[in-house]
């Protein structure tokens, strides 16, 4: 079936380092994608976004790769700070006959160490 | 200019019950798409609504069911609630209708327990 994944279920960094945060998608047929963060007791927030005819976008201080050769998503946060911690969801926007909808990965708990 | 806002934040309802969710998307928003997060599924896709009409539903049963009024503020319900239907229940407003690709803004959603 159609799913999006991630790899690890956390990720620990220290507080200016970079992270780098992987996602897996299965649908070959999906041309948009997404980077969400949702801090505890909020919705989801809109990180950065890619479109398939892109493999690379960069954003303030978060850049997003798309390698759909082998279907991979990733999210790099440089000189990660403690406000970064959050879970972070991937999702994919795949076409399905006339509709589309997104569907987001599991999601993965990023900690930042002081 | 406001963020999408939905309504009640917290609800406990017992078994059997029905429940009624709203949601204020942004202004000038058309689409609203409706998520339930829960920590084992975690995000997934309810059904999404585009000038009142539904435009693509998820996997849910029957027992999930939205409607969307010419303001563009839409309602979700659930009837005969089962333990397993608590949830965050997010709701995500865009411009235009979620095929276009377009970036989905999402509230703080609402906090279901059925008990």
């Known amino acids: 079936g159609e799913s999006v994944g991630l790899h690890l279920p956390t990720l620990s960094v220290q507080e200016g380092d970079n992270s780098i945060i992987n996602c897996a998608y299965s649908?070959?047929?999906?041309?948009?994608f997404i980077w969400y963060k949702q801090e505890s007791g909020k919705g989801p927030q809109f990180i950065i976004d890619?479109?398939?005819?892109?493999d690379k976008r960069q954003g303030q201080r978060v850049t997003v790769l798309l390698n759909k050769t082998v279907k991979h998503l990733s999210l790099q946060i440089a000189a990660t700070q403690p406000g970064d911690s959050a879970v972070y969801f991937c999702?994919?926007?795949?076409?399905?006959?006339?509709?589309?909808?997104?569907?987001f990965g599991k999601g993965i708990t990023l900690s930042v160490r002081p | 200019k406001a963020g999408v806002t939905q309504t009640p934040r917290y609800l406990i309802k017992t078994r059997g019950q029905q429940v009624t969710l709203s949601c204020s998307p942004i202004?000038?928003?058309?689409?609203v798409s409706w998520y339930q997060q829960t920590p084992g599924q975690g995000l997934q896709f309810l059904f999404e609504?585009?000038?009142?009409?539904?435009?693509n539903k998820g996997n849910f049963p029957g027992r999930f069911s939205g409607r969307q009024f010419s303001n563009s503020r839409s309602e979700m319900n659930v009837s005969t609630l089962e333990l397993g239907d608590s949830a965050l229940y997010l709701c995500?407003?865009?411009?235009?209708?979620?095929?276009?690709?377009?970036?989905?803004?999402f509230g703080p959603g609402t906090r279901l327990t059925v008990t």
């Open positions: 995500a407003s865009s411009l235009g209708s979620s095929g276009a690709n377009y970036e989905q803004y």
């Open positions: 649908n070959s047929a999906s041309d948009y």
């Open positions: 890619i479109r398939s005819n892109m």
């Open positions: 999702a994919e926007n795949a076409y399905t006959g006339a509709n589309s909808k997104l569907t």
């Open positions: 202004s000038g928003h058309r689409s």
């Open positions: 609504y585009f000038s009142e009409t539904q435009r």
